[in-house]
């Protein structure tokens, strides 16, 4: 019932930046939560930053202070702004948008196919 479409994924020096941005479309009343998680190759996948409706934030303990989320509530969008990035932060992020409300449906999550961030010298 929903199309997710995510971009800005790419490789980057350490120290660097990136920003990623995700699009969600479909006949969407509202999202409560959206947020990107990234999972790096043999690890579990990760909180990054997720962001509500009501503008509440949590960003996990590796990125606070380096990353910053933002939404556009009336468009369905969001936009992970990545500074200081780290080899470590290489992985695949994806978008995740929580409690959908679409009319006559019971709210559901989507999930994006994910993006991949390099970063290394």
């Known amino acids: 019932q929903v199309h997710i479409v995510e971009s800005g994924g790419g490789s980057v020096q350490p120290g660097g930046s990136l920003t990623l941005s995700c699009a969600v479309s479909g006949s969407i009343s509202s999202i409560y939560t959206m947020g990107w998680h990234r999972q790096a190759p043999g690890k579990r996948r990760e909180l990054v930053a997720v962001m509500t409706s009501g503008g509440g934030t949590e960003y996990g303990d590796s990125v606070k202070g380096r990353f910053i989320i933002s939404r556009n509530n009336a468009m369905n969008t969001m936009s992970l702004q990545m500074n200081n990035l780290r080899p470590e932060d290489t992985a695949i992020y994806y978008c995740?948008?929580?409690?959908?409300?679409?009319?006559?449906?019971?709210?559901?999550?989507?999930w994006g196919q994910g993006t991949q961030v390099t970063v290394s010298s």
């Open positions: 995740h948008a929580d409690r959908i409300l679409i009319p006559g449906l019971e709210e559901f999550d989507a």
